[in-house]
């Protein structure tokens, strides 16, 4: 039997590739939605994709069913309460699809969503009445269960799927032997949960051991646990849910038009008509020069993410980007849904180079700067777009702080009579925040230059006193 898992670090994803070689058989699980790494993996083991299963209907991700079923005329196969467009087997509990040496069988674990599964894998080689290890999906992850409250817009609450992810857990998944491992569809920084370890996979028994919640409580408690401070979802979410139960168009049909040049002049049209200028390339370059009215948000970091919690997927999109660099851009757009990118600036920010009339500026400060300012009395207020948990740990004394994904929404609380000097961890949402305050109005904002990991660095003061205004 091969096992292996791909995980893909910007979206916090692990999908998996279960084989066998007599019968040259390859299935997919949870696949991201750029596919052609499956097909290598695949190809390169002498296999064929025959099978491709979501373990539920994800909400951070488009996932790539559709496009290896294109490519391959694989099976489509999802749990028995999922409803989808498209075609697709409908797996029920204790159902099972052998093929060679590798037997796998589903177990309907509802909680994360209601169609949730989780797949028992047996290698027969070695052992065909125990497991070999279950993917969970999101319904375990390593060191947390999957948020239940995703799904109140159609007509289910969060009380009561998190009834139904205590009962998957407890009458199932923590049946199953100490030794079987466990991989789930996500691990830390997904949003779809709020503890995730950084590790991707573990045991049935490690888990029993050490995740909070598997620990001894009653279904009341488990409840009452599980729906509390999950962290605000990104817009997006409910979108990319109903993508992936819709007949969809796929990634390379949207790739094309993605991969048009448009002049300058062009750019300015479409963004009179109401398309974003997206500009991709990292704080240090956007902040000295950028067109007015584009947001940043830069490829190294969780660009995704933050591109479904800033933006409408149905806005058209344009993007500014460094040389070779835009087909990577409308490809991780195009993993999350965003399908509206209209071509990329031809010649990137050299195309503006030369008109000062159309760009702005950030000014970024060293620390040592900021704390010279800060300490001559001149009016300006610390803006700390970081998490609020973050901001607890420790942060500029008198500093207000409003995380990022509000801040569009909270910019009325900021004072337009004081200089605004902003700053996150280390500059990337802070580079973000530049875009939205110049959309409503403000000007002569500074930035810190590294963050507040620049601020300690430099051996700077730290605050864990209560916010000014959280």
Same mark, same amino acid.
């Given at each position: 039997?091969?096992?292996?898992? @791909?995980?893909?670090?910007?979206?916090?994803?692990?999908?998996?590739?279960?084989?066998?070689?007599?019968?040259?058989?390859?299935?997919?699980?949870?696949?991201?939605?750029?596919?052609?790494?499956?097909?290598?993996?695949?190809?390169?083991?002498?296999?064929?994709? !025959?099978?491709?299963?979501?373990?539920?209907?994800?909400?951070?991700?488009?996932?790539?069913?559709?496009?290896?079923?294109?490519?391959?005329?694989?099976?489509?196969?999802?749990? &028995?309460?999922?409803?989808?467009?498209?075609?697709?087997?409908?797996?029920?509990?204790?159902?099972?699809?052998?093929?060679?040496?590798?037997?796998?069988?589903?177990?309907?674990?509802?909680?994360?969503?209601?169609?949730?599964?989780?797949?028992?894998? @047996?290698?027969?080689?070695?052992?065909?009445?125990?497991?070999?290890?279950?993917?969970?999906?999101?319904?375990?992850?390593?060191?947390?269960?999957?948020?239940?409250?995703?799904?109140?817009?159609?007509?289910?609450?969060?009380?009561?799927?998190?009834?139904?992810?205590?009962?998957?857990?407890?009458? !199932?998944?923590?049946?199953?032997?100490?030794?079987?491992?466990?991989?789930? &569809?996500?691990?830390?920084?997904?949003?779809?949960?709020?503890?995730?370890?950084?590790?991707?996979?573990?045991?049935?028994?490690?888990?029993?051991?050490?995740?909070?919640?598997?620990?001894?409580?009653?279904?009341?408690?488990?409840?009452?646990?599980?729906?509390?401070?999950?962290?605000?979802?990104?817009?997006?979410?409910?979108?990319?849910?109903?993508?992936?139960?819709?007949?969809?168009?796929?990634?390379?049909?949207?790739? !094309?038009?993605?991969?048009?040049?448009?002049?300058?002049?062009?750019?300015?049209?479409?963004?009179?008509?109401?398309?974003?200028?997206?500009?991709?390339?990292?704080?240090?370059?956007?902040?000295?020069?950028?067109?007015?009215?584009?947001?940043?948000?830069?490829?190294?970091?969780?660009?995704?993410?933050?591109?479904?919690?800033?933006?409408?997927?149905?806005?058209?999109?344009?993007?500014?980007?460094?040389?070779?660099?835009? &087909?990577?851009?409308?490809?991780?757009?195009?993993?999350?849904?965003? /399908?509206?990118? *209209?071509?990329?600036?031809?010649?990137?920010? /050299?195309?503006?180079?030369?008109?000062?009339?159309?760009?702005?500026?950030?000014?970024?400060?060293?620390?040592?700067?900021?704390?010279?300012?800060?300490?001559?009395?001149?009016?300006?207020?610390?803006?700390?777009?970081?998490?609020?948990? /973050?901001?607890?740990?420790?942060?500029?004394?008198?500093?207000?702080?409003?995380?990022?994904?509000?801040?569009?929404?909270?910019?009325?609380?900021?004072?337009?009579?004081?200089?605004?000097?902003?700053?996150?961890?280390?500059?990337?949402?802070?580079?973000?925040?530049?875009?939205?305050?110049?959309?409503?109005?403000?000007?002569?904002?500074?930035?810190?230059?590294?963050?507040?990991?620049?601020?300690? &660095?430099?051996?700077?003061?730290?605050?864990?006193?209560?916010?000014? *205004?959280?």
């Amino acid at each position: 039997m091969i096992l292996e898992q @791909y995980y893909l670090g910007c979206l916090s994803h692990a999908s998996y590739l279960i084989g066998d070689e007599t019968t040259r058989t390859a299935v997919i699980v949870d696949p991201q939605r750029d596919v052609q790494m499956y097909l290598d993996k695949a190809r390169a083991r002498g296999l064929e994709v !025959k099978h491709v299963i979501l373990t539920h209907f994800h909400a951070d991700f488009v996932a790539g069913h559709l496009e290896l079923a294109q490519h391959t005329g694989a099976v489509i196969h999802l749990g &028995a309460c999922a409803k989808a467009e498209y075609a697709h087997h409908a797996w029920k509990e204790g159902e099972v699809l052998a093929f060679g040496k590798v037997r796998l069988e589903v177990l309907e674990t509802p909680g994360h969503t209601p169609e949730g599964i989780s797949i028992l894998v @047996y290698d027969l080689a070695k052992d065909a009445q125990r497991p070999q290890a279950v993917l969970t999906g999101d319904t375990l992850f390593v060191g947390d269960v999957g948020r239940p409250d995703l799904m109140a817009s159609i007509g289910i609450t969060a009380r009561e799927l998190a009834g139904q992810m205590y009962d998957s857990l407890h009458a !199932k998944l923590l049946k199953l032997p100490d030794d079987v491992m466990v991989y789930p &569809a996500h691990g830390a920084g997904s949003m779809c949960g709020k503890s995730l370890s950084a590790d991707t996979y573990s045991t049935i028994g490690a888990q029993r051991a050490t995740n909070y919640m598997l620990q001894p409580m009653d279904k009341e408690q488990f409840i009452a646990l599980a729906t509390s401070d999950q962290p605000t979802a990104p817009a997006y979410f409910a979108y990319d849910a109903t993508l992936n139960r819709k007949h969809r168009a796929l990634l390379d049909d949207n790739l !094309k038009q993605s991969s048009t040049s448009v002049s300058l002049e062009e750019l300015l049209g479409v963004q009179k008509d109401g398309a974003l200028v997206l500009d991709v390339r990292e704080p240090a370059a956007f902040e000295p020069a950028h067109l007015a009215g584009s947001l940043n948000i830069g490829l190294s970091g969780k660009f995704a993410t933050w591109a479904g919690f800033l933006i409408d997927p149905e806005r058209a999109i344009v993007l500014v980007a460094e040389p070779e660099r835009e &087909a990577e851009a409308a490809m991780r757009l195009g993993r999350v849904g965003f /399908e509206r990118v *209209r071509g990329f600036l031809r010649g990137g920010a /050299e195309a503006f180079a030369q008109c000062p009339d159309l760009m702005r500026r950030v000014e970024r400060v060293e620390p040592a700067g900021m704390k010279t300012r800060l300490a001559s009395g001149e009016r300006q207020v610390v803006l700390d777009v970081r998490g609020a948990g /973050e901001w607890r740990e420790g942060h500029i004394e008198g500093s207000l702080n409003v995380p990022l994904q509000e801040l569009d929404r909270r910019v009325a609380e900021l004072p337009r009579e004081k200089r605004i000097a902003l700053h996150c961890q280390s500059g990337y949402r802070s580079s973000i925040a530049c875009g939205i305050l110049e959309r409503h109005g403000f000007t002569g904002f500074t930035d810190l230059v590294g963050g507040i990991a620049g601020w300690r &660095a430099a051996g700077l003061p730290i605050a864990t006193a209560a916010a000014v *205004r959280s």
